[in-house]
């Protein structure tokens, strides 16, 4: 699990292996881009979608939860991510938890709300490039088609045999988001590590497990 403390320095889940996911990049051309996103915060939030908690939140926010299943809402520097009918996770900078979590229970007043930061149950794992929904594609059982999870898309799966949230970013070019737990990190990233050697060498890689 991340370090959060302020009195000693921070180190991710994957520091150990940035090297090896900058190499994945640089063999693959750019076919796949492949980094870790560390830190970010991340707040997790249950209330009733149609409680006045929900518009009240959005004021707090500057946007709204999403309520289509599946979708995310950005706003600036943060980005929502619909997890279940009464379920959501906001993403933001690293160090914001606690001022996010706040900001949400005073949103919400005397409605009943559950606010938990989970900034460091979870790292985030940027798969992008031209080839990205390719190498997801071997381990994850969703439709990756662009019609079926284009951007504004996230959904609670499987990758590589591991839990994960994978988010269709909807910036240009930005890939996805897929944010694992600490514990898993390793074992996903050697997973990703693998897959993407096929758009090294050119060569189909091994067939894989997607369950």
Wanted: aromatic share 6%; hydrophobic share 40%.
């Amino acid at each position: 699990m991340a370090d959060t403390t302020t009195d000693t320095p921070l180190r991710s889940p994957l520091a150990h292996v940035a090297g090896r996911l900058a190499a994945a990049t640089r063999t693959s051309r750019g076919a796949v881009r492949l980094a870790e996103l560390p830190f970010l915060t991340q707040v997790d939030v249950r209330l009733d979608p149609k409680g006045p908690a929900v518009d009240a939140l959005g004021l707090a926010l500057g946007f709204r939860l999403p309520l289509e299943p599946n979708t995310t809402v950005r706003a600036g520097e943060f980005t929502s991510l619909w997890l279940g009918p009464d379920e959501w996770l906001v993403v933001g900078p690293p160090r914001g938890g606690r001022e996010l979590e706040s900001r949400i229970r005073e949103a919400a007043r005397d409605e009943p709300v559950s606010v938990t930061d989970v900034s460091a149950q979870r790292t985030t794992l940027l798969v992008s490039g031209p080839r990205a929904r390719d190498l997801l594609a071997h381990g994850c059982p969703l439709d990756l088609h662009p019609r079926a999870f284009g951007a504004g898309r996230c959904a609670q799966t499987t990758l590589g045999r591991t839990q994960a949230v994978v988010v269709a970013r909807d910036e240009p070019r930005a890939g996805f988001w897929v944010l694992v737990r600490a514990s898993f990190a390793g074992h996903l990233t050697d997973w990703l590590l693998d897959a993407a050697t096929e758009y090294a060498t050119g060569r189909p890689a091994a067939a894989r497990p997607v369950s």
